[in-house]
């Protein structure tokens, strides 16, 4: 899908359709559509005042072979109450309509930069917000569909952003360029979360990270099981023993070109390519959906491609550990205890708490680059559902510093994050008879236990934890994340490193 960018009058756009935004309960329509409005007599006017259409959000209204504007139909997109629309709500309404018109079999669409003009957004924004809608709204994954004619191929070769000045083309251009990269970024990690735990082992992971770098100009270093023994990755390792597969622990890392100097970020996300629970064996309702559980580790990499092709001033190191969770005979079991690589023992309670295994030991590595922050994010833990649900991620660390930043992002992007307290109290919940921690704390608190297991690894290192076990996928469709994996944290952080002071 091409996204061009072009200076002119809507009106004399040549398009199969344009797309024009209308508040609801307006009186009067805003100064751009009026103009179209009067050029093509009046009919917008008309079409509201028959009451069929009142602007309602995403409400939308079709309208052909329109006088007085050469392009061949009018998409009229209800944007809700003025009062209540954000720049997420545009994100939505743009995947809606791009929805729709793909649903038709319409091949291209423009949409002018004004779109609900009178929300007090600078352009750039809302050209940013208009592309994510539109490319992530219609991200399909079917790879693994053969073929065929009959099946509905409908798909938009072209969007069309109307700027109105020369300036302000610039400006788009610029934007769009941006955006698409963020959101070819997005799609990397949706595609690899889609992608069934048969193809997406650790072994495919690493390669995907190395043909990644080698695109992107990113440094690469894949660790095989040999290398984490002989870095005394006790934990990681333990997870990976049970499994056929040999795990992998991948670091990419991104060098500012353009800086001088630069902070310097590293960027943890849990893979396990699935996640069986392992001897605490997990029960069949919907296991398949643990193929996600490399989620964390599919977003590090897409972010690290996007910092790269953005040229982003801030050293990014990502560190996926990457492994399959499996019962065999050769598997950890409850009442094992392993030492992680910062020398730290610990007593497996659950297999099926292997998420903070690995991260523990990829934490320990973290130090040896000095970092200025850490942030990991993992599908940790189902308790985090039962807190917030599956539109919030759960934040939590050492670092208020750091959780304001992400906060600051999430307001942007619309990734929502809520912050969970870490309190000494949850510490004597993970304390351990005869090691110095345990995987599990029981039932009470899961989320925050498993983030207070981190932070014993994590130690002084400025660290932040996101579980998005709620996030990472969804049953159903939202606005612009349809049925399946959303990619989350990837615009969250990308834009948390763009604005790094
Ligand atoms: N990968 C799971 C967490 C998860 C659950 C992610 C549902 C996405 C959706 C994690 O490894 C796990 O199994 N956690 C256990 C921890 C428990 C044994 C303390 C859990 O949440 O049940
Ligand atoms: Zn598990
Ligand atoms: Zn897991």
């Known amino acids: 899908m091409k996204i061009r960018s072009v200076k002119g009058n809507l009106c004399k756009i040549k398009d199969e359709v344009v797309v024009l935004g209308f508040f609801e309960g307006k009186k009067s329509l805003s100064k751009k559509v009026l103009e179209i409005n009067s050029s093509m007599d009046s009919l ?19 309208l052909y072979a329109v006088k007085g504007i050469t392009s061949k139909r009018i998409l009229l997109a ?9 720049l997420d709500k545009l994100r939505g309404v743009i995947a809606g309509c791009a929805q729709s018109v793909c649903n038709t079999g319409i091949k291209s669409f423009s949409v002018p930069v ?7 957004k600078d352009t750039k924004d809302r050209v940013c917000a208009i592309v994510e809608g539109a490319v992530l709204g219609l991200y399909k994954f079917d790879q693994y569909k053969s073929k065929n004619k009959d099946s509905n191929n409908n798909e938009i070769k072209q969007i069309t952003l109307v700027a109105e000045t020369e300036k302000e083309l610039k400006e ?12 070819e970024a997005v799609c990397l990690a949706r595609d690899l979360v889609s992608s069934p735990g048969n193809t997406a082992t650790p072994t495919y992971l690493a390669n995907r990270a190395k043909s990644v770098a080698r695109e992107s100009r990113l440094a690469c270093r894949i660790i095989d099981e040999k290398g984490a023994k002989k870095l005394k990755m006790g934990a990681f390792l333990s997870v990976a023993q049970g499994s056929d597969q040999p795990a992998r622990f991948i670091v990419l890392e991104h060098k500012p070109r353009r800086a001088q100097s630069f902070k310097t970020v590293v960027i943890v996300g849990k893979a396990i390519t699935f996640d069986s629970g392992g001897i605490s ?22 972010v690290l491609k996007a910092c790269s092709k953005l040229d982003i001033p801030v050293h990014v190191v990502g560190l996926i550990p990457a492994t399959e969770n499996m019962p065999s005979g050769k598997a950890i079991k409850p009442g094992d205890v392993v030492k992680s690589m910062s020398g730290k023992t610990i007593e497996i309670i659950s297999t099926d708490a292997e998420g903070r295994l690995i991260l523990a030991d990829a934490l320990t590595y973290s130090k040896r680059f000095k970092p200025d922050a850490v942030i990991d994010m993992a599908t940790l833990t189902g308790a985090c559902i039962i807190a ?3 539109d919030v991620s759960a934040i939590m660390g050492n670092s208020n510093e750091i959780i304001d930043k992400i906060k600051a992002s999430s307001e942007k992007t619309g990734e929502k994050v809520w912050p969970l307290p870490l309190w000494e109290e949850y510490g004597e919940l ?9 995987n599990v704390g029981g039932r009470a608190a899961g989320t925050i236990t498993a983030g207070y ?12 934890h996101i579980d998005i076990a709620g996030t990472a996928w969804t049953n159903k469709d939202k606005p612009y994340v349809p049925k399946g994996a959303s990619g989350v944290c990837v615009r969250l952080l990308v834009n948390m490193l763009e604005n790094w002071k």
């Open 44 to 62: 917008i006017k008309k079409v509201i005042s028959t009451g069929d259409f009142k602007g309602k959000y995403n409400q939308k209204k079709l």
């Open 78 to 86: 209800g944007l809700g109450k003025e009062k209540e629309f954000t």
């Open 114 to 120: 004004s779109f609900a003009e009178k929300m007090k």
């Open 172 to 183: 788009v251009k610029r934007e769009v360029k941006k955006a698409e990269t963020v959101c």
């Open 281 to 302: 064996l997990k029960p069949p309702e919907n296991m398949q959906e643990m193929k996600t559980d490399m989620s964390g580790g599919a977003a590090a990499i897409a």
């Open 388 to 390: 917030l649900g599956n």
């Open 430 to 438: 993970i304390k351990s008879d005869i090691a110095d921690l345990k």
């Open 453 to 464: 297991f981190l932070k014993e690894f994590a130690g002084d290192l400025p660290w932040v």
